[in-house]
């Protein structure tokens, strides 16, 4: 049974740092990449960033260049997003997936972020 379970999330004051991690089971964790998406009340899922399981290639949504950096451990199944300098413009619920487009086949339960001002 394919899982993602995400972790880390919480409430914290601008300028904050949070550590989100997707912990993958199920499947062939190099095979696949992995993407962190996130949805805030009222607004449309959008893709945050993403890392191949094979080459390690990374992306990221110009709203959190040079502020976010995703990372994966191979022996852990886990995708890592460390979220820098957080904005309350970052409060949402962050979902990682089996892909980095919208049509993933597989996602986790969500984690709430919370930036307060």
């Known amino acids: 049974e394919v899982q993602l379970v995400e972790s880390g999330g919480g409430l914290v004051q601008a300028g904050g740092s949070l550590r989100l991690s997707c912990a993958a089971s199920g499947f062939a964790f190099d095979d696949y990449a992995i993407g962190w998406f996130r949805q805030a009340p009222g607004k449309e899922r959008e893709g945050v960033s993403c890392?191949?399981?094979?080459?390690?290639?990374?992306l990221y949504a110009d709203s959190v260049k040079g502020r976010f950096t995703i990372s994966s451990d191979h022996a852990k199944n886990t995708v890592y997003l460390q979220m820098n300098s957080l904005k309350p413009e970052d409060t949402a619920v962050y979902y990682c997936a089996t892909d980095c487009v919208y049509e993933a086949e597989y996602w986790g339960q969500g984690t709430q972020v919370t930036v307060s001002s």
């Open positions: 890392i191949s399981g094979g080459t390690g290639m990374t």
